[in-house]
């Protein structure tokens, strides 16, 4: 019997690409040999699913602290050697170096000028140093608005941006909107970080909440720092709730306060989280309340199908004007008493995922 030209050729080829197949599948099995050992198998097509549909999943990390004062004792301190974060970030623990962002509410000016400030009780200034000893520390944006930001009146306020920014630090929290908030783009993730003071003036302005309307509209994920409420009260006030709420329907992602010194709990408004006092975090005042406070760990992740936001309370006492992380145990004993009100939150440690 004689085969065809054309039928001898298919054969071939057929021949071919079967054995080019059987070699590319051993090179496959080869490079992936601890894959498909005896003691970690998978199934050949779910790899190929996995290899073909994954993509890099990225987390974002940013770490938000209260009430910072470097004046007054502290600055005393700090001239004789003293450093305020020493504690929370030791050589040892390295606290700060997991996190792509780090933000505090700064509780004053810094500026040269020791004449031309207000004379008041509560009268606050920092030394120009204050901004590179900031950055040296891994402080990555400050807020002012606040009761203090013009304690040295405008041209400290002046003095303290350009002196933040000359270091290398964001600065928000302008009295204006339009100059109230920053936009920083995180490992893929747009993040809108913004400061509003009601301490002096006690009515929001309409177009802050417009303003966010605006940057939730375009996609930014709202971070709202908030100086409000009462001094050493333990519960935020009815106009507190109300204006937290208030930031959340206009789109904030989550709020941050601070103000009353001490701390104040956190509520759960439509699954965002209203922190409504995060306490003293670097401050002289005396006092076991006032000398207690916790950080907020923002946690969110970037590349999967759907936005996991994580919430982590790292709660500290100060000694001497100097943070120090609680230990295991007594951290876990805030965190289930602090968090106790949250629905999902079941005594899982200081981290909630929603």
Request: with cysteine; charged share 20%.
């Amino acid at each position: 019997m004689i085969m065809r030209p054309n039928l001898v050729l298919s054969l071939i080829l057929a021949t071919l690409i079967l054995v080019l197949g059987l070699m590319s599948l051993n090179q496959y099995f080869a490079s992936n040999r601890t894959i498909y050992s005896k003691e970690k198998s998978i199934d050949l097509a779910e790899r190929f699913i996995l290899d073909s549909t994954s993509k890099k999943v990225e987390f974002v990390s940013i770490l938000n602290f209260g009430d910072s004062m470097f004046g007054r004792n502290v600055g005393g301190a700090m001239a004789n050697g003293s450093n305020p974060f020493e504690l929370i970030n030791s050589a040892t623990s390295t606290f700060f170096n997991g996190f792509d962002a780090i933000l505090l509410n700064l509780e004053g000016p810094i500026t040269a000028s020791t004449t031309n400030c207000q004379a008041k009780a509560y009268s606050f200034r920092f030394e120009p140093s204050i901004a590179e000893f900031l950055n040296d520390n891994k402080i990555t944006a400050v807020n002012i608005a606040n009761n203090h930001t013009f304690d040295c009146y405008e041209k400290g306020q002046v003095d303290t941006k350009k002196y933040l920014l000359g270091a290398n630090l964001e600065v928000f929290g302008d009295s204006a909107p339009e100059k109230s908030y920053f936009i920083k783009k995180i490992k893929g993730i747009e993040f809108a970080f913004l400061g509003i003071d009601l301490t002096i003036n006690y009515n929001l302005k309409p177009e802050i909440l417009t303003l966010i309307k605006q940057l939730y509209g375009e996609g930014k994920l709202v971070v709202v720092h908030i100086h409000w409420g009462e001094e050493y009260r333990t519960t935020p006030t009815p106009y507190q709730i109300l204006i937290g709420h208030k930031l959340i329907d206009a789109g904030a992602e989550v709020v941050i306060g601070h103000h009353p010194h001490i701390i104040e709990p956190m509520e759960m408004y439509k699954d965002k989280p209203i922190f409504y006092s995060l306490g003293n975090f670097i401050f002289d005042q005396i006092g076991e309340a006032e000398n207690s406070g916790f950080g907020v760990g923002l946690s969110y992740q970037n590349g999967a199908s759907t936005t996991v936001k994580t919430i982590t309370i790292h709660p500290y006492k100060i000694f001497k004007h100097r943070p120090q992380l609680l230990n295991e145990m007594d951290s876990t004993k805030f965190c289930q008493k602090f968090l106790s009100e949250i629905s999902d939150y079941h005594d899982l440690g200081c981290s909630v995922t929603f």
